[in-house]
């Protein structure tokens, strides 16, 4: 554990007798237990933030503050105006929670930020690796005195997070001049609704379908609160730009049956818009645009009114909003609200335009890998110019809205780091010597992306052959289960990693996530986890096994896949996994004699068809008779329309050739 405050330490050593020697020291992490401590590059002084918000604390008398990572609607992609442990510990990391006391400081986050944290934190902070409730609340109990209090801000705290006893909240982003450079007048929404030439469902028609769910739920709510940006997004049929690489914007609404009121940025609402939401009437499909700020008074003022019940996801409701309506029996509770699980099944044209999305996108990933192919050898690239070159071929497709998350990546031992994205300080030269691991994805106006591949330009070693192969008979095995409707991908989750296993291999990370028609690139309730819905028809997710070697390699293998009928001998109400992302993988990183005689005869992946084509979605493609081999890819061809990309070709999928 890195040591704290290294000034009195060595005074102390001093005073002591103690003879210690200065070393040198030198890596990309930190280690805080050299004399003086070293810090690479990219770590970031904290001295300074810590110091405003102890003293905000004693003010307050507050023995200890929390510092959730995230915003007042719980999400994942946070706006740097909400960057809160980013700016209180340097750790730019998706999921970490930052504690203070006056004595210490400590973040906690999984393993695929580990690394990570040790780049980025200077040697004032604590890395904790146990990253449930309790090991938090335990280590409360240890620092905060008898009696002490425990500060957070409410609205920043699920309600399975909200377990503290509560003081004046602080906000850390407001202590000091330099706290954050974001401010409000600095974020915009361009909240217009999306011109619907993709989505058949109109806002009014959503909105009903939601009220005669409520009419048919036996606990009788007169009242669902939206507090997640997607949900009033997808109601809607409207997008902003207050996230990065998320096209949502700062909102609350309060459903009933017979009105509708929507809490955004006044200020930012166009004309077009207020006409688009019936602002100007009062009736069951007029929508009544209040200020942000007065969600909390509003949900007040009906929850005072007699004979109400109030309906929230208990997931993405925060405890400020959640606190306030009482008593219990005007409260009703599930995990997600009924718009996250009706936005979760697409219907049939938000299916085929989703496909849609994938196909251009595999233009642009298969542009990426053709262009390193040649261009690595010359060693003239690097982790960011091949992570520009990905976003610039994704901006080329029709309907782009940019990436959908930022690009990951990296080569070598960076890719070891699973969440690893390129800066000026770690970038690394692309070489012939070294896996590299391109994460990445693309906003369209029809779909969300999100693809995964490892590749390697030289000669991989058998270690990196086996593991590559292992991950991908996890994502082959997964991907052609047969289950039966309403299995939940937590009781499947294992067969991606049953290969790993067998060898005592494994990854830190999920398994899959859901992706929609142009939202986060993490939808939830969808995927692998243990708070995932069941799989129904309709619904889309990645499958993306891995393992990273420290220091040395890392390997993941992202598809995403829409969950599909299928008929079988006896049973009729099964399901499975259709893949519809269209990247090829390393063909020199297969370890064929690894695979089963199953998984070769049934793998959708696998096809000895060196010479036929693969031609659907002739919307877009005309069959041409040929197949091209670039490099140690294998590739299908076929012309891509130029409507689209006038001077492209799709290099479409053939991975393994069997002799």
């Known amino acids: 554990m890195p040591s704290y405050g290294w000034l009195l330490a060595l005074t102390l050593a001093a005073l002591a007798g103690n003879n210690a020697v200065a070393?040198?020291?030198e890596?990309?992490?930190?280690?805080?237990?050299?004399?003086?401590?070293?810090?690479?590059?990219?770590?970031?002084?904290?001295?300074?933030?810590?110091?405003?918000?102890?003293?905000?604390?004693r003010l307050m008398s507050i023995s200890a503050y929390i510092i959730p990572g995230t915003d007042a609607h719980l999400s994942e992609y946070l706006a740097?105006?909400?960057?809160?442990?980013?700016?209180?510990?340097?750790?730019?990391?998706?999921?970490?929670?930052?504690?203070?006391?006056?004595?210490?400081?400590?973040?906690?986050?999984?393993?695929?930020?580990?690394?990570?944290?040790?780049?980025?934190?200077?040697?004032?902070?604590?890395?904790e690796k146990d990253v449930s409730v309790s090991s938090l609340a335990e280590w409360l109990i240890s620092e905060v005195p008898s009696g002490g209090e425990i500060g957070f801000d409410p609205f920043l705290f699920s309600l399975s997070e909200s377990q503290f006893s509560l003081d004046l909240p602080i906000d850390p982003s407001s202590i000091g001049e330099d706290a954050q450079s974001s401010g409000e007048n600095e974020v915009f929404v361009d909240a217009n609704k999306i011109m619907c030439l993709f989505?058949?469902?109109?806002?009014?028609?959503?909105?009903?379908?939601?009220?005669?769910?409520?009419?048919?739920?036996?606990?009788?709510?007169?009242?669902?609160?939206?507090?997640?940006?997607?949900?009033?997004?997808?109601?809607?049929?409207?997008?902003?730009?207050?996230?990065?690489?998320?096209p949502f914007f700062y909102s609350y609404t309060l459903l009933t049956m017979d009105e509708i009121w929507v809490f955004l940025h006044m200020n930012r609402l166009t004309d077009e818009l207020k006409a688009y939401l019936n602002s100007s009437c009062t009736g069951p499909l007029c929508v009544q645009l209040k200020n942000y700020e007065d969600v909390l008074g509003h949900l007040k003022t009906y929850v005072a009114q007699p004979g109400v019940k109030v309906w929230i996801g208990t997931e993405y409701t925060?405890?400020?909003?959640?606190?306030?309506?009482t008593p219990q029996d005007k409260l009703m509770t599930s995990s997600y609200s009924p718009v996250l699980t009706t936005k979760a099944v697409k219907d049939d044209k938000e299916q085929q335009i989703l496909r849609d999305a994938h196909v251009r996108d595999a233009v642009a990933v298969i542009q990426l890998l053709m262009w390193l192919e040649q261009a690595v050898p010359k060693g003239t690239e690097t982790e960011l110019s091949a992570a520009e070159y990905v976003n610039k071929c994704r901006s080329q497709q029709k309907d782009s809205r940019g990436p959908s998350f930022e690009t990951i990546s990296a080569s070598g031992p960076n890719a070891a780091l699973a969440h690893y994205s390129?800066?000026?300080?770690?970038?690394?030269?692309?070489?012939?010597?070294?896996?590299?691991?391109?994460?990445?994805?693309?906003?369209?106006?029809?779909?969300?992306?999100?693809?995964?591949?490892?590749?390697?330009?030289?000669?991989?070693?058998?270690m990196q052959k086996e593991a590559f192969t292992r991950v991908l008979m996890g994502n082959i095995e997964l991907s052609r289960t047969i289950f039966p409707s309403g299995t939940r991908g937590v009781n499947m989750e294992m067969l991606g990693r049953r290969a790993l296993w067998q060898v005592g291999l494994n990854y830190g990370h999920g398994t899959g996530h859901g992706v929609g028609n142009y939202f986060g690139v993490h939808e939830w309730p969808v995927g692998f986890q243990s708070n995932n819905v069941p799989f129904r028809p309709g619904m889309f997710t990645s499958i993306e096994p891995g393992y990273y070697k420290d220091n040395d390699f890392g390997i993941r293998i992202e598809d995403i896949v829409v969950i599909v009928p299928v008929n079988t001998k006896y049973g009729h109400n099964y399901l499975t996994f259709e893949t519809v992302s269209l990247v090829p993988y390393d063909r020199k990183l297969i370890d064929t004699s690894l695979l089963s005689s199953e998984q070769?005869?049934?793998?959708?992946?696998?096809?000895?068809?060196?010479?036929?084509?693969?031609?659907?979605?002739?919307?877009?493609?005309?069959?041409?008779?040929?197949?091209?081999?670039?490099?140690?890819?294998?590739f299908k061809v076929r012309n891509y329309d130029t409507t689209f990309i006038n001077h492209l070709i799709l290099l479409f999928l053939i991975i393994i050739k069997f002799d």
Not at 318 to 325: T, V
Request: glycine content about 6%; overall charge negative; some cysteine.
């Open 23 to 25: 070393v040198t020291y």
């Open 27 to 57: 890596g990309t992490e930190r280690n805080c237990s050299v004399i003086p401590p070293y810090l690479p590059s990219t770590a970031v002084s904290t001295t300074l933030q810590l110091q405003e918000l102890r003293y905000q604390m």
């Open 80 to 127: 740097p105006r909400d960057a809160r442990v980013a700016f209180m510990t340097g750790f730019t990391g998706s999921a970490g929670t930052a504690v203070v006391t006056q004595s210490k400081a400590a973040l906690w986050t999984d393993s695929r930020y580990w690394v990570q944290a040790e780049r980025q934190m200077d040697c004032n902070w604590e890395l």
């Open 199 to 246: 989505a058949e469902r109109s806002w009014q028609t959503k909105v009903e379908h939601i009220r005669n769910q409520m009419r048919d739920n036996p606990y009788e709510p007169t009242a669902l609160l939206l507090s997640a940006l997607d949900e009033t997004a997808w109601l809607f049929n409207m997008r902003g730009n207050d996230i990065p690489y998320n």
């Open 318 to 325: 925060n405890y400020a909003l959640y606190e306030i309506i």
């Open 422 to 462: 390129p800066t000026e300080e770690t970038n690394r030269k692309l070489t012939v010597d070294e896996m590299y691991l391109v994460d990445s994805g693309g906003q369209y106006l029809d779909g969300t992306t999100d693809i995964t591949r490892t590749v390697h330009w030289g000669t991989p070693t058998a």
């Open 600 to 634: 070769v005869r049934n793998s959708i992946w696998m096809h000895n068809c060196e010479n036929l084509l693969y031609c659907e979605h002739g919307e877009y493609y005309q069959c041409a008779r040929c197949t091209k081999t670039f490099g140690h890819f294998f």
